[in-house]
């Protein structure tokens, strides 16, 4: 059980849910294919946008490790806190992220939920409008990566809250 204190008042918080299984410790090989495919989708994606989606699908597949890890990593490169609270409702709150952004947004939802089978054609069309191919291909990359990590992290119940940026691999 965690302990938190503040000038007023002492509040124990709930003891953190036990890790069900360290999975890079018993398949070191997909660990570290991980990592390098991280890096090789992370070229050519703009650093801070590269965050905010990794944020955005992490919400959406609810990897609470994740939605540490680049908070703490998109605060420390110079994110704002108002536009990392924001990206739970952007669409909503669109007044906050450039088109392109949305557009990457927008993509990053229809990737990681494909209910219905498919990213529609508009929702790519409008992703399309704002990269290159390359930068289109490093985007779809970026996200399906991202929707990997979350896999590993709620499947083996990761515990966040004890990240540090740049603690990466």
Request: aromatic fraction near 8%; charged fraction near 25%.
């Amino acid at each position: 059980m965690t302990t938190h204190t503040d000038e007023t008042t002492t509040a124990e918080y709930a003891p953190e849910l036990p890790v069900r299984l360290d999975w890079a410790k018993h398949a070191p090989d997909v660990y570290k294919a991980m990592i390098r495919l991280d890096a090789a989708a992370r070229q050519g994606v703009d650093p801070t946008l590269f965050e905010l989606v990794k944020i955005r699908a992490s919400q959406i597949n609810r990897c609470a490790l994740c939605i540490d890890m680049h908070s703490k990593d998109a605060l420390a490169a110079g994110e704002s806190v108002e536009r990392i609270i924001q990206l739970s409702a952007w669409e909503e709150s669109r007044h906050f992220y450039t088109e392109k952004e949305l557009a990457a947004l927008e993509l990053t939802e229809a990737v990681t939920v494909l209910t219905d089978g498919f990213v529609p054609d508009e929702v790519y069309e409008r992703a399309a409008k704002h990269f290159d191919e390359p930068g289109l291909a490093h985007l779809i990359a970026a996200i399906t990566v991202i929707n990997s990590w979350n896999r590993f992290g709620v499947t083996c119940r990761m515990t966040p809250g004890h990240y540090r940026p740049g603690q990466h691999g």
